[in-house]
């Protein structure tokens, strides 16, 4: 049976979304129809508004999210109508050979992300003009979609579904890039570029795992004042400052690991991260930029005779099977904070609204209620 959604579109890079009727197909084999319930904004909708990112349009955007499953094609095994879920940005098969050895985040399925069709080069979205996409194979800004099995993780009904839809991108992405990518140790000195939804999160990952500090760099004052919420030690507002900070706190020896999740890279920050890591330490880029510009212009011969590593995570190397529900735990004993990540709420028709709220630096999380 077709049903119809109010979903928000993106039809051209530089526009805003626009809220539109659309037809849902039924799910078809491992497809699941889902009555999306919260949509958190995640810098990446922006930038894919901008064109940082490059994605098939039309498109409904927003990749992260919690549902109900309404309905199930006939090869589903994972869910059954009436589970709550939380939408993961990056599916898992289960079977390719990352799924295989532990490394959900690089899933063959997951390749297609940005082309707007699900597995299988299944279209369930359309309109007026024809095929519509869903961002990360989700497209949450809508009150139905159909997905992938693979791209939903079943979580217990008591948990509530407004907290559990910011871990299918921005905490695991964050916790992540500073637990799993930094592979941060008791008693190290980490650098947080950027305390937006994402570096909050990696300062919530980097305290847990035992750093001795954890200093922020944020331009926006209310960000780093509640970045000591989350576990910051110290935060200042730009890497200079944060150089001598770091190079005081360490005896001129620098920071163990520096993680990038600034709105998007640039040379600029990736070499101040360089700078401020110690010889032998990691930098993390977690922040996306441009396809098409060159975000590292680097010293390479101080990277080689400093042993230092630069890399970079999607999802921050988390496994979606495996970490949504052991975030979702973390949270309900209290060791993981979640409903502070959440500045402000808006109503499905309010999106765009909520996209401005972020550029101008109102926001941790924005959290789109959609029913
Ligand atoms: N790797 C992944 O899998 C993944 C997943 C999600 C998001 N992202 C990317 O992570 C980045 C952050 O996303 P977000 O949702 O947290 O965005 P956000 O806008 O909430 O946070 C970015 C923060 O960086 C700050 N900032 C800007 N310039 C800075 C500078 N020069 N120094 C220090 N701080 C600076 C901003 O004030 C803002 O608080 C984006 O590029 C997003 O696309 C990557
Ligand atoms: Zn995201
Ligand atoms: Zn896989």
Not at 164 to 177: D, F, K, M
Not at 230 to 247: K, N, Q, T, Y
Not at 269 to 275: E, G, L, N
Request: hydrophobic share 45%.
């Amino acid at each position: 049976m077709t049903r119809t959604t109010t979903a928000a579109v993106l039809h051209r890079v530089g526009e805003e979304m626009r809220l539109e009727e659309l037809d849902v197909a039924a799910p078809q084999g491992r497809e699941v129809l889902l009555a999306y319930r919260y949509a958190g904004l995640c810098r990446s909708d922006l930038h894919v508004t901008d064109g940082t990112i490059a994605g098939r349009l039309p498109m409904v955007l927003g990749h992260e999210g919690s549902a109900i499953v309404e309905a199930v094609g006939p090869l589903v095994t994972r869910v059954e109508p009436g589970d709550h879920v939380v939408c993961s940005f990056i599916p898992s098969c289960g079977t390719c050979r990352w799924c295989a050895s532990g490394r959900q985040v690089l899933c063959d399925a997951g390749a297609a992300t940005m082309r707007g069709h699900l597995p299988g080069e299944s279209w369930p979205l359309s309109g007026s003009g024809g095929r519509v996409g869903a961002m990360c194979q989700l497209g949450t800004f809508s009150q139905y979609g159909v997905v992938h099995e693979g791209s939903v993780v079943r979580i217990e009904s008591h948990i509530p579904l407004d907290v559990a839809a910011l871990v299918g991108c921005g905490v695991p992405t964050g916790w992540g890039s500073a637990v799993n990518a930094a592979a941060v140790h008791p008693g190290e000195v980490v650098v947080v570029l950027g305390a937006g939804g994402i570096g909050m999160n990696a300062v919530q990952g980097a305290r847990a795992a035992g750093a001795r500090e954890v200093v922020v760099v944020e331009p926006v004052e209310f960000k780093r004042d509640a970045a000591h919420l989350f576990g910051a030690s110290v935060s200042v507002a730009d890497a200079a400052a944060a150089r001598e900070l770091v190079m005081n706190l360490t005896v001129g020896a620098g920071a163990d690991k520096v993680i990038i999740t600034t709105s998007t890279n640039t040379p600029e920050i990736s070499a101040a991260a360089v700078d401020l890591v110690a010889k032998g330490g990691t930098v993390v880029i977690t922040a996306m930029a441009a396809f098409t510009e060159p975000a590292l212009v680097l010293p390479t011969p101080m990277i080689t005779m400093l042993s230092k590593t630069i890399r970079g995570t999607a999802y921050g190397d988390c496994s979606p099977t495996r970490d949504i529900p052991a975030l979702l735990a973390l949270h309900q004993e209290k060791k993981l904070l979640l409903d502070e990540l959440i500045t402000r709420r808006y109503r499905l028709e309010q999106v765009n609204e909520g996209y401005r709220d972020l550029e101008a630096g109102e926001l941790l999380r924005g959290l789109v209620e959609i029913a």
